[in-house]
Protein backbone atom coordinates (compact mmCIF):
# COMPACT_ATOMS: atom_id res chain seq x y z
CA UNK A 1 0.00 0.00 0.00
CA UNK A 2 0.79 3.53 -0.12
CA UNK A 3 0.52 5.25 3.31
CA UNK A 4 1.03 9.44 3.81
CA UNK A 5 2.63 10.12 7.03
CA UNK A 6 1.48 13.70 7.86
CA UNK A 7 4.56 15.09 10.49
CA UNK A 8 8.35 14.40 11.19
CA UNK A 9 8.57 13.97 14.61
CA UNK A 10 9.59 10.86 16.36
CA UNK A 11 6.58 9.35 15.78
CA UNK A 12 6.50 10.25 12.27
CA UNK A 13 9.75 9.28 11.71
CA UNK A 14 8.88 5.88 13.19
CA UNK A 15 5.70 4.92 11.36
CA UNK A 16 7.33 6.39 8.45
CA UNK A 17 10.39 3.49 8.99
CA UNK A 18 8.03 1.22 10.51
CA UNK A 19 5.97 1.07 7.29
CA UNK A 20 8.71 1.63 4.75
CA UNK A 21 10.29 -1.78 6.49
CA UNK A 22 7.18 -3.71 5.97
CA UNK A 23 7.39 -3.00 2.59
CA UNK A 24 4.74 -0.47 2.05
CA UNK A 25 5.64 2.60 0.21
CA UNK A 26 6.00 5.67 2.00
CA UNK A 27 5.42 9.42 1.61
CA UNK A 28 6.63 11.46 4.84
CA UNK A 29 5.21 15.05 4.57
CA UNK A 30 6.47 17.85 7.18
CA UNK A 31 4.84 21.54 7.14
CA UNK A 32 7.08 24.13 6.17
CA UNK A 33 7.68 26.17 8.53
CA UNK A 34 9.22 22.94 10.16
CA UNK A 35 11.55 21.25 6.89
CA UNK A 36 14.85 21.83 8.72
CA UNK A 37 14.21 18.53 10.54
CA UNK A 38 13.74 16.50 7.34
CA UNK A 39 16.79 17.75 5.85
CA UNK A 40 19.30 14.96 7.11
CA UNK A 41 16.76 12.37 5.90
CA UNK A 42 16.38 14.02 2.47
CA UNK A 43 19.86 13.54 1.86
CA UNK A 44 19.74 10.26 3.02
CA UNK A 45 17.15 9.08 1.31
CA UNK A 46 15.57 7.26 4.50
CA UNK A 47 15.58 7.04 8.08
CA UNK A 48 17.61 4.73 10.41
CA UNK A 49 15.40 2.64 12.84
CA UNK A 50 16.67 1.02 16.16
CA UNK A 51 14.71 -0.85 18.48
CA UNK A 52 14.48 -2.24 21.82
CA UNK A 53 15.40 -6.23 21.28
CA UNK A 54 12.19 -8.41 21.92
CA UNK A 55 9.24 -5.55 20.88
CA UNK A 56 8.84 -7.26 17.37
CA UNK A 57 9.83 -4.10 15.44
CA UNK A 58 11.82 -4.63 12.29
CA UNK A 59 14.86 -2.45 12.33
CA UNK A 60 17.91 -1.22 9.57
CA UNK A 61 17.51 1.56 7.21
CA UNK A 62 14.51 2.35 5.88
CA UNK A 63 14.19 4.41 2.74
CA UNK A 64 11.65 6.76 2.06
CA UNK A 65 10.66 7.45 -1.38
CA UNK A 66 9.19 10.78 -1.15
CA UNK A 67 10.26 13.26 1.52
CA UNK A 68 8.18 16.54 1.04
CA UNK A 69 6.75 19.98 2.07
CA UNK A 70 4.13 19.53 -0.54
CA UNK A 71 0.92 18.06 1.11
CA UNK A 72 -0.38 17.46 -2.64
CA UNK A 73 2.63 15.20 -2.96
CA UNK A 74 2.35 13.29 -0.05
CA UNK A 75 -0.91 12.56 -0.49
CA UNK A 76 -1.61 11.56 -3.74
CA UNK A 77 -2.20 8.19 -4.49
CA UNK A 78 -2.14 7.16 -0.26
CA UNK A 79 -4.72 4.41 0.61
CA UNK A 80 -3.84 5.42 4.19
CA UNK A 81 -2.98 8.63 5.63
CA UNK A 82 -1.61 8.29 9.37
CA UNK A 83 -1.59 11.78 11.36
CA UNK A 84 1.83 11.41 13.15
CA UNK A 85 1.75 15.14 15.10
CA UNK A 86 0.32 16.25 18.98
CA UNK A 87 -2.91 16.33 19.27
CA UNK A 88 -2.66 20.35 19.16
CA UNK A 89 -1.75 20.11 15.71
CA UNK A 90 -4.16 18.06 14.65
CA UNK A 91 -6.69 20.82 12.87
CA UNK A 92 -3.54 22.43 11.55
CA UNK A 93 -2.89 19.03 9.70
CA UNK A 94 -6.83 19.24 8.87
CA UNK A 95 -6.67 22.47 7.50
CA UNK A 96 -3.49 21.57 4.74
CA UNK A 97 -4.75 18.19 4.27
CA UNK A 98 -8.50 19.42 3.26
CA UNK A 99 -7.92 20.86 -0.32
CA UNK A 100 -6.81 17.20 -1.18
CA UNK A 101 -8.08 14.49 0.63
CA UNK A 102 -10.91 12.23 -0.63
CA UNK A 103 -13.81 9.80 0.51
CA UNK A 104 -11.51 6.62 -0.79
CA UNK A 105 -8.60 7.63 1.37
CA UNK A 106 -8.60 6.31 5.35
CA UNK A 107 -7.61 8.71 7.53
CA UNK A 108 -5.77 7.67 11.21
CA UNK A 109 -4.50 10.06 14.13
CA UNK A 110 -1.85 8.92 16.01
CA UNK A 111 -1.35 10.81 19.12
CA UNK A 112 -4.39 9.08 21.26
CA UNK A 113 -6.35 11.49 22.77
CA UNK A 114 -9.91 12.39 22.67
CA UNK A 115 -12.06 13.92 20.03
CA UNK A 116 -9.29 14.27 17.36
CA UNK A 117 -11.20 12.28 15.20
CA UNK A 118 -14.33 14.71 15.52
CA UNK A 119 -12.01 17.72 15.54
CA UNK A 120 -10.40 17.18 12.48
CA UNK A 121 -13.75 15.80 10.59
CA UNK A 122 -15.09 19.25 11.34
CA UNK A 123 -12.07 20.77 10.35
CA UNK A 124 -12.45 19.35 7.15
CA UNK A 125 -15.53 20.73 6.48
CA UNK A 126 -15.16 24.07 7.61
CA UNK A 127 -11.74 24.65 4.82
CA UNK A 128 -13.98 23.52 1.96
CA UNK A 129 -13.79 19.76 2.40
CA UNK A 130 -17.49 17.85 2.48
CA UNK A 131 -16.42 14.18 1.15
CA UNK A 132 -17.42 11.49 3.67
CA UNK A 133 -14.28 11.06 5.21
CA UNK A 134 -13.89 8.86 7.91
CA UNK A 135 -11.29 9.25 10.43
CA UNK A 136 -9.92 6.79 13.21
CA UNK A 137 -8.32 7.60 16.45
CA UNK A 138 -6.87 4.86 19.39
CA UNK A 139 -6.31 5.27 22.72
CA UNK A 140 -2.71 5.84 22.34
CA UNK A 141 0.45 6.48 20.38
CA UNK A 142 1.33 2.88 19.15
CA UNK A 143 4.84 3.65 19.39
CA UNK A 144 6.83 4.35 22.43
CA UNK A 145 9.82 6.43 20.34
CA UNK A 146 12.32 9.27 20.25
CA UNK A 147 14.59 10.55 18.05
CA UNK A 148 18.61 10.03 18.89
CA UNK A 149 19.86 12.29 16.11
CA UNK A 150 18.53 13.88 13.08
CA UNK A 151 18.22 10.52 10.87
CA UNK A 152 17.21 7.74 13.89
CA UNK A 153 14.80 6.71 15.93
CA UNK A 154 14.69 4.46 18.85
CA UNK A 155 11.44 2.35 18.98
CA UNK A 156 11.47 1.36 23.00
CA UNK A 157 7.61 0.53 22.80
CA UNK A 158 5.24 -1.14 20.44
CA UNK A 159 1.63 -1.96 21.60
CA UNK A 160 -0.02 -4.83 21.31
CA UNK A 161 -4.17 -4.24 21.76
CA UNK A 162 -4.80 -0.75 20.97
CA UNK A 163 -8.18 0.66 20.86
CA UNK A 164 -9.69 2.05 17.88
CA UNK A 165 -12.46 4.03 17.06
CA UNK A 166 -13.55 7.06 14.72
CA UNK A 167 -15.87 9.67 13.49
CA UNK A 168 -18.55 8.65 12.68
CA UNK A 169 -18.20 5.44 14.54
CA UNK A 170 -20.32 3.73 12.10
CA UNK A 171 -17.33 3.35 9.96
CA UNK A 172 -14.96 2.15 13.01
CA UNK A 173 -15.38 -1.88 11.85
CA UNK A 174 -14.40 -0.86 8.19
CA UNK A 175 -11.41 1.18 9.56
CA UNK A 176 -10.16 -1.02 11.83
CA UNK A 177 -9.93 -3.64 9.38
CA UNK A 178 -7.65 -1.43 6.73
CA UNK A 179 -5.80 -0.48 9.66
CA UNK A 180 -4.73 -4.34 10.46
CA UNK A 181 -3.12 -4.28 7.14
CA UNK A 182 -0.28 -2.30 9.44
CA UNK A 183 -1.22 -3.01 12.99
CA UNK A 184 -2.75 -6.72 13.68
CA UNK A 185 -3.35 -6.04 16.70
CA UNK A 186 -5.77 -3.47 17.06
CA UNK A 187 -9.01 -4.11 18.61
CA UNK A 188 -12.37 -2.26 17.71
CA UNK A 189 -13.73 -0.16 20.72
CA UNK A 190 -16.94 1.22 21.49
CA UNK A 191 -16.81 4.91 20.62
CA UNK A 192 -14.42 7.93 20.45
CA UNK A 193 -14.89 8.65 24.49
CA UNK A 194 -14.24 5.11 25.06
CA UNK A 195 -10.93 5.55 23.03
CA UNK A 196 -10.26 8.90 25.09
CA UNK A 197 -10.60 7.75 28.73
CA UNK A 198 -8.83 5.24 27.88
CA UNK A 199 -5.59 6.25 27.35
CA UNK A 200 -3.65 6.32 30.60
CA UNK A 201 -0.77 8.81 29.59
CA UNK A 202 -2.68 11.73 31.00
CA UNK A 203 -2.39 10.71 34.30
CA UNK A 204 1.19 9.31 33.94
CA UNK A 205 2.66 11.79 32.56
CA UNK A 206 0.74 14.66 34.35
CA UNK A 207 1.79 12.96 37.41
CA UNK A 208 4.86 12.41 37.37
CA UNK A 209 5.73 15.57 36.17
CA UNK A 210 3.75 17.49 38.85
CA UNK A 211 5.37 15.53 41.50
CA UNK A 212 8.70 15.87 40.77
CA UNK A 213 8.02 19.39 40.07
CA UNK A 214 11.32 20.31 41.72
CA UNK A 215 13.44 18.57 39.36
CA UNK A 216 11.34 20.02 36.72
CA UNK A 217 12.25 23.21 37.71
CA UNK A 218 16.39 22.60 38.11
CA UNK A 219 16.24 20.64 34.80
CA UNK A 220 17.96 17.35 36.06
CA UNK A 221 18.42 14.32 34.37
CA UNK A 222 15.72 11.94 36.14
CA UNK A 223 14.41 8.74 34.52
CA UNK A 224 10.96 8.47 34.40
CA UNK A 225 10.38 4.74 35.58
CA UNK A 226 13.42 3.53 36.16
CA UNK A 227 16.27 4.59 39.17
CA UNK A 228 18.95 6.88 38.01
CA UNK A 229 21.24 9.23 39.31
CA UNK A 230 17.77 10.95 40.82
CA UNK A 231 16.33 7.63 41.35
CA UNK A 232 12.51 7.28 39.22
CA UNK A 233 10.02 10.01 38.86
CA UNK A 234 7.41 7.32 39.46
CA UNK A 235 7.42 6.29 43.09
CA UNK A 236 5.22 4.37 45.37
CA UNK A 237 3.20 7.97 46.41
CA UNK A 238 3.26 9.22 42.45
CA UNK A 239 1.21 5.77 41.79
CA UNK A 240 -1.18 5.82 44.40
CA UNK A 241 -2.16 9.47 42.90
CA UNK A 242 -2.78 7.58 39.39
CA UNK A 243 -4.52 4.73 41.49
CA UNK A 244 -7.34 7.74 43.23
CA UNK A 245 -7.37 9.35 39.40
CA UNK A 246 -8.32 5.87 37.53
CA UNK A 247 -10.97 5.03 40.91
CA UNK A 248 -12.76 7.96 39.53
CA UNK A 249 -12.87 7.16 35.82
CA UNK A 250 -14.06 3.54 37.05
CA UNK A 251 -17.08 4.93 37.92
CA UNK A 252 -18.04 5.12 34.23
CA UNK A 253 -18.23 1.73 34.27
CA UNK A 254 -20.26 0.98 37.56
CA UNK A 255 -22.69 3.83 36.03
CA UNK A 256 -23.23 1.93 32.70
CA UNK A 257 -21.29 4.51 30.21
CA UNK A 258 -19.25 1.60 28.46
CA UNK A 259 -20.09 -2.28 28.14
CA UNK A 260 -16.06 -2.29 29.23
CA UNK A 261 -13.41 -0.10 31.14
CA UNK A 262 -10.05 -1.62 32.45
CA UNK A 263 -7.89 -0.01 34.89
CA UNK A 264 -5.18 2.25 32.96
CA UNK A 265 -2.25 0.24 34.93
CA UNK A 266 -3.68 -3.28 33.48
CA UNK A 267 -4.00 -1.77 30.00
CA UNK A 268 -0.51 -1.09 30.42
CA UNK A 269 0.61 -4.31 31.57
CA UNK A 270 -1.74 -5.85 28.39
CA UNK A 271 0.14 -3.47 25.80
CA UNK A 272 3.39 -4.84 26.72
CA UNK A 273 2.89 -8.32 28.20
CA UNK A 274 4.37 -10.01 25.29
CA UNK A 275 7.62 -7.74 26.16
CA UNK A 276 7.95 -9.50 29.22
CA UNK A 277 5.81 -6.79 31.29
CA UNK A 278 4.93 -8.02 34.79
CA UNK A 279 3.83 -6.71 38.21
CA UNK A 280 0.41 -6.15 39.56
CA UNK A 281 1.17 -2.45 41.21
CA UNK A 282 1.64 0.39 38.65
CA UNK A 283 5.12 0.71 39.88
CA UNK A 284 6.00 -2.84 39.04
CA UNK A 285 4.42 -2.63 35.47
CA UNK A 286 6.02 0.18 34.49
CA UNK A 287 9.64 -0.24 35.64
CA UNK A 288 9.56 -3.77 34.20
CA UNK A 289 9.72 -2.78 30.63
CA UNK A 290 13.18 -2.70 29.35
CA UNK A 291 12.02 -0.35 26.19
CA UNK A 292 10.56 2.58 28.88
CA UNK A 293 14.11 2.69 30.62
CA UNK A 294 15.53 5.38 28.74
CA UNK A 295 12.34 7.91 28.86
CA UNK A 296 13.35 11.04 30.91
CA UNK A 297 11.42 13.34 33.37
CA UNK A 298 10.97 16.89 30.87
CA UNK A 299 13.34 20.01 32.14
CA UNK A 300 10.00 22.25 31.15
CA UNK A 301 6.79 22.53 32.10
CA UNK A 302 5.97 23.74 28.56
CA UNK A 303 5.91 20.15 27.75
CA UNK A 304 3.55 17.48 26.04
CA UNK A 305 3.56 15.76 29.25
CA UNK A 306 1.54 18.50 30.62
CA UNK A 307 0.84 20.95 27.10
CA UNK A 308 -1.14 17.94 25.68
CA UNK A 309 -2.25 15.07 28.99
CA UNK A 310 -3.94 17.96 30.24
CA UNK A 311 -5.98 20.37 28.00
CA UNK A 312 -6.24 17.23 25.75
CA UNK A 313 -6.60 14.27 28.03
CA UNK A 314 -7.47 15.04 31.89
CA UNK A 315 -9.67 18.09 30.89
CA UNK A 316 -11.86 16.44 28.21
CA UNK A 317 -11.79 13.17 31.12
CA UNK A 318 -13.16 15.53 33.79
CA UNK A 319 -16.20 16.56 31.48
CA UNK A 320 -16.90 13.23 30.94
CA UNK A 321 -16.88 12.38 34.48
CA UNK A 322 -18.87 15.50 35.46
CA UNK A 323 -21.11 15.25 33.14
CA UNK A 324 -22.27 11.53 34.70
CA UNK A 325 -22.10 13.32 38.06
CA UNK A 326 -19.38 11.36 38.96
CA UNK A 327 -17.39 13.40 41.30
CA UNK A 328 -13.52 13.88 40.48
CA UNK A 329 -11.68 15.95 42.77
CA UNK A 330 -8.50 14.09 42.27
CA UNK A 331 -8.21 14.17 38.64
CA UNK A 332 -8.76 18.32 38.89
CA UNK A 333 -7.07 18.48 41.55
CA UNK A 334 -3.80 17.38 39.19
CA UNK A 335 -5.03 19.85 36.23
CA UNK A 336 -5.03 22.75 38.79
CA UNK A 337 -1.46 22.05 40.20
CA UNK A 338 -0.14 21.64 36.77
CA UNK A 339 -1.44 24.67 35.36
CA UNK A 340 -0.59 26.40 38.86
CA UNK A 341 3.16 24.91 38.14
CA UNK A 342 3.39 25.79 34.74
CA UNK A 343 1.46 29.41 34.85
CA UNK A 344 -0.92 27.92 31.38
CA UNK A 345 -4.51 28.39 31.58
CA UNK A 346 -4.87 24.34 29.75
CA UNK A 347 -8.68 25.42 29.58
CA UNK A 348 -8.32 27.96 27.14
CA UNK A 349 -6.52 24.88 24.93
CA UNK A 350 -8.37 22.34 25.71
CA UNK A 351 -10.14 20.32 23.58
CA UNK A 352 -13.67 19.59 24.79
CA UNK A 353 -17.50 19.34 24.09
CA UNK A 354 -17.28 22.91 25.16
CA UNK A 355 -14.81 24.33 22.97
CA UNK A 356 -16.28 22.28 20.28
CA UNK A 357 -19.87 23.88 20.64
CA UNK A 358 -21.35 20.37 21.84
CA UNK A 359 -21.87 20.41 25.21
CA UNK A 360 -25.54 21.16 25.40
CA UNK A 361 -25.92 17.44 23.91
CA UNK A 362 -27.45 15.09 26.20
CA UNK A 363 -25.58 12.23 26.79
CA UNK A 364 -27.53 10.10 24.86
CA UNK A 365 -27.91 12.93 22.04
CA UNK A 366 -24.41 12.74 22.20
CA UNK A 367 -23.32 9.16 21.80
CA UNK A 368 -25.98 9.44 18.69
CA UNK A 369 -24.18 11.86 17.37
CA UNK A 370 -20.56 10.57 17.39
CA UNK A 371 -22.01 7.40 15.72
CA UNK A 372 -23.69 9.16 12.96
CA UNK A 373 -21.91 11.67 12.21
CA UNK A 374 -24.87 14.12 12.15
CA UNK A 375 -27.11 15.75 14.79
Not at 180 to 185: D, I, R, S
Not at 290 to 315: M, N, Q, W
Request: proline share 4%.
Amino acid sequence: MKIAVIGAGACGFTTAAHCSLKGHEVALYEFPEFSESVAEIKKLGGIHMEICEGNGLPQGFAEIGTITTDIAAALKDAEIVIVAVPAYGEARAAEVCAPYLRKEQYVYLSSGYMYGSLEFSRTLKKNGNHEPIAVAEMNNTIYATFKTNPSTIWAGGYKHGLGVASFPGKSATALVEKLKALYPEIVEFENIVQTGVSNPNPSLHATTVVFNACYVDRKAEVLLYHDGEHLSAMSEAVARVNEDMNAERMQLLEKGVFRSLKDWKFTIKDWYAYHGVRGESLVEIVSSHPGLSLGKLPKTFEHRYLTEDVPFGLLPLIEILERHEIPCPVNKGVASLAASLSGIDFARRGRTLRSLGLEKLSNGDLFRYLHEGEI
